[in-house]
């Protein structure tokens, strides 16, 4: 050990292992500074020999006396002690992660003391302070931490009084050109960049420090943000996005104070953020209101111009900008120099000061980050970020509008969270995004390479020529909501298991559709195939929605598309025969009342009308004839349909009919409905050389049972007035005598015998092959004059009806043949392969199984098209005729 600077007793009091004669020791030391403070060299070589002899000592008595040496040297020192700090401090935090549990103590305490010299001159070394005493709150130890505690109290302290003034003399200022990191992290603007203690010299420090796991470490970090963000003039929330990430998932810390602090902590941020954007507000009316035309005087108001670039535009600014870092940067250094101008201006009287005023809150970063916890699996931290972006919605609109598409990815699956108040905060995002997107301009893109095209031209240009009102159509400025990629995520939202989220996301498609179809109907985006699917959801409320959005988007769309959409559904129907049994009415019915129904049945027959599937064919017009007899959307149909004498009911009817031939007895149902009785008796006449299968009888029972209900009370009625209609008696009559002897037969006995008791049947008509008596009755449908045809020319409608039944019969003894020509080939396979395994009885087992292999196939194929064809049956009753064959069923 250096003995020019300690005598022997003095050092043997230093390294002695009883504290109270180290601690004199300390006492002769502090006597032998002050007597040499007047010479800079003795008190360098006196701190050189404490740190090199004792601190750094294999000997631990040594460095618990080195330690509290410099703790006296900076005693002795007083506020001298400055120009000593870069030799003394080094040396002692790196004691704090020494092994020995003692070393780590007596540093804290010797820190202590001097900070409490040295006051503001500690904060250069804030960093290194901080950072050990970030360690020492996760010590083992319980001497440790309480030493680690008192310190931080005190650098507090410090921190809170000096850290916004203290300009330290030995601080070299910080160089932007030298410093990249640094550069880029800007502090306020009303702070000098030369101050002891330096936020973007800190804030790395921080960023990296906070995804520490450590409960004491976290409470610690948790503490130290909630002073710095009480200190006004550091303006901490400029910097809140690098580290706002770390400071949430401390949320799901398993101590109880750790979630306490920090909630309590994010909530203040968030209200400094909120307050920061109603002073933005301010200002900017208040330099609205300045520079306005009754200022008081020309020089005020130029005054006044020179700061338009407010906080609002400021922050616009930066978020329209801001999808990189870098860009953000760079944005926000510009912001920070113009507000630090303002800032500037109104420290010398040139206008008015508001609270808070050039406080840069970077929202779209703070948004970036948030997006990803709003899926959180921990409660705590997803509802923070809900009520945060919920909170920017109202004060952020413009930078949440861009994120409007990964905002939804994530809240519409909330929105059946199994936490109330989850659930809530998520309804009232969702709900406040879409009163914002339809708050936002629609911007149309009429350039060659606009990324949103419509399906056709057409419909392009009835987009744009329809009154809305929702919004301006601007022609220049980028459109800030992107519409494709929020149809793609509410897509993906088709997919989620829980109800609540697929109605939502069609509620969504139903307010974007409305408020920009031209943005929404894109040909090739998916959305339309991923609707038609969305028709077999297992929730009715979501099919509903479904058909209101595809209604909508017809009704906005051309013919073209329509056909389109009703082609698609059609075969839809076709391959989904499940879907048309369980869901098929609903559908119709639900078009129906969303859109013209005429305009869906005419456009649907005149399809079905060349299906070269005869069997949907049929199964479809069944199910079709039903819902326009039973369904009360239709009531409009029917009237037109029952008169007949005005040229629209005659077009409708014929348009129904071709199609309607697919099925025999709704094409009988469809005459009934229109009192074409004539053509109706003719009908059956042709229906004596049909093949009467036990399905048409089934169909015909339901037809007699339609028949007693409220839809054909006018034709019950009619039944009073056999002169008037002759027709319908020999029809009903006709209908009975195809009926077998069963329940529907007696009630339509009974209904034409109530009648014949009165005796009206006396005027029954003799068989005609035309219409032309009938056709008198009813005056629309005769001819106006001799050199007119007929208005409805029921004779080709009946060769119609022949030839369209004739190629069903055609096809039924196709399907019959073939089957039965499989079937045989089958049975001789089966028998020669039971005759080789039984003439070779030297064979292995191979045949056997060749032979039971191919026997499962030929029975799994028969299977499979019974169960085809049975299963093609709709609701009402399907074809129970299999492949041209017959296929009993009970009735």
Request: charge should be neutral; include cysteine.
């Amino acid at each position: 050990m250096d003995g020019r600077h300690f005598s022997q007793t003095l050092i043997r009091g230093l390294t002695d292992k009883i504290y109270d004669r180290r601690k004199a020791a300390a006492l002769d030391i502090e006597k032998l500074v002050r007597d040499n403070e007047s010479e800079p060299e003795r008190i360098t070589g006196i701190i050189d020999a404490l740190v090199q002899d004792f601190v750094y000592s294999n000997n631990a008595n040594a460095r618990y006396g080195g330690l509290i040496g410099l703790a006296a040297t900076a005693i002795a020192l007083g506020p001298s002690v400055a120009g000593y700090l870069d030799i003394i401090v080094p040396p002692i935090l790196s004691c704090f992660s020494n092994q020995d549990q003692k070393v780590r103590y007596y540093a804290c305490e010797s820190m202590y003391n001097i900070a409490k010299v040295a006051k503001g001159e500690v904060l250069r070394f804030f960093n290194s302070v901080f950072d050990a005493l970030c360690k020492l709150s996760a010590d083992s130890e319980q001497t440790v931490k309480s030493g680690a505690e008192l310190l931080d109290r005190l650098i507090k302290d410090v921190v809170s009084e000096l850290s916004t003034t203290y300009v330290s003399p030995y601080q070299q200022p910080l160089n932007p050109l030298e410093d990249t990191e640094q550069q880029e992290l800007l502090a306020p603007a009303s702070l000098p960049r030369n101050t002891a203690f330096s936020l973007p010299r800190f804030i790395p420090l921080l960023r990296q420090r906070i995804y520490v796991q450590n409960s004491n470490a976290r409470q610690y970090l948790v503490s130290w943000i909630a002073v710095l963000d009480s200190i006004p003039d550091l303006e901490l929330v400029s910097f809140l996005p690098e580290f706002l990430d770390g400071l949430i998932q401390c949320l799901n810390d398993p101590s109880g104070d750790v979630r306490t602090s920090t909630k309590s902590l994010l909530a203040g941020f968030l209200q400094d953020i909120r307050q920061a954007a109603t002073t933005a507000a301010e200002v900017k009316r208040y330099m609205r209101e300045s520079s306005s035309p009754s200022s008081p005087s020309p020089s005020s108001s130029k005054e006044n111009e020179s700061p338009t670039l407010d906080q609002t535009d400021i922050d616009v600014t930066l978020s329209s900008t801001t999808t990189a870092t870098t860009t953000a940067t760079a944005t926000t250094a510009a912001a920070a120099e113009v507000a630090g101008v303002f800032m500037e201006s109104d420290g010398h009287g040139k206008g008015t000061y508001f609270p808070g005023q050039g406080i840069v809150v970077q929202y779209a970063r703070i948004v970036e980050i948030l997006i990803p916890h709003l899926s959180s699996p921990e409660q705590d931290i997803q509802r923070t970020a809900l009520e945060w972006i919920n909170e920017f919605t109202i004060i952020a609109k413009d930078i949440i509008i861009q994120f409007t598409p990964e905002i939804i990815k994530a809240v519409l699956p909330s929105l059946a969270h199994h936490v109330p108040v989850i659930k809530e905060f998520a309804t009232a995002t969702n709900q406040s995004l879409q009163k914002l997107v339809m708050e936002a301009p629609v911007t149309v893109c009429l350039s060659p390479n606009a990324t949103a095209t419509s399906t056709s031209d057409s419909l392009i240009s009835s987009s744009l020529s329809t009154n809305n009102p929702l919004s301006p159509i601007q022609q220049s400025a980028p459109d800030p909501f992107d519409y494709q990629a929020t149809l793609t995520n509410l897509r993906l939202q088709f997919l989620n298991e829980h109800e609540n989220t697929r109605v939502a996301s069609l509620e969504w498609l139903l307010m974007l559709h409305k408020k920009a179809p031209h943005k929404i109907l894109v040909s090739d985006d998916g959305t339309f195939p991923a609707l038609l699917k969305t028709l077999s959801d297992p929730s009715e409320e979501v099919v509903c929605r479904d058909l209101q959005l595809l209604a909508q988007i017809s009704s906005y769309s051309d013919h073209e598309y329509f056909r389109h959409f009703m082609t698609n559904l059609l075969l839809l129907f076709s391959t989904d025969r499940r879907l048309l049994e369980t869901r098929g009415s609903l559908i119709i019915r639900q078009l129906c009342l969303s859109l013209d129904p005429d305009r869906i049945y005419c456009t649907i027959a005149d399809i079905l009308e060349m299906d070269e599937d005869l069997e949907f064919a049929s199964i479809m017009v069944q199910n079709l004839n039903i819902i326009l007899i039973t369904a009360t959307e239709l009531s409009d149909v029917r009237k037109r349909l029952r008169n007949l004498d005005h040229k629209d009911g005659q077009q409708l009817f014929v348009a129904l009919y071709k199609s309607w031939c697919h099925n025999t007895v709704a094409t009988l149902s469809l005459c009934l409905l229109a009192q074409a009785y004539e053509h109706a008796a003719n009908m059956l006449q042709v229906f004596a050389d049909l093949e009467i299968t036990v399905n048409m009888l089934i169909q015909i029972d339901k037809l007699v049972q339609l028949l007693e209900s409220p839809v054909f009370t006018y034709l019950r009625m009619q039944l009073l007035e056999p002169e008037r209609y002759p027709y319908l008696f020999k029809c009903l009559y006709g209908i009975l005598m195809l009926l077998p002897q069963s329940s529907a037969f007696s009630t339509l006995r009974n209904r034409l015998s109530s009648v014949s008791s009165l005796g009206f049947l006396n005027v029954m008509p003799k068989s005609t092959s035309t219409g032309t008596e009938s056709a008198l009755k009813r005056p629309s449908l005769k001819t106006a004059n001799k050199n007119e045809e007929p208005a409805i020319k029921f004779q080709e409608l009946l060769q119609h009806f022949k030839s369209v039944q004739t190629r069903h019969e055609r096809q039924r003894r196709q399907s019959l043949q073939n089957l039965t020509k499989f079937s045989a080939s089958v049975r001789g396979r089966r028998s020669r392969l039971n005759y080789d395994v039984s003439g070779s009885n030297g064979q292995n087992s191979m045949g056997q199984e060749e032979s039971s292999k191919v026997g499962r196939v030929a029975m799994t194929t028969l299977n499979d098209r019974s169960s085809k064809a049975s299963g093609s049956r709709g609701s009402t009753g399907g074809s129970s005729r299999i492949m041209g064959g017959r296929k009993t069923r009970k009735a």
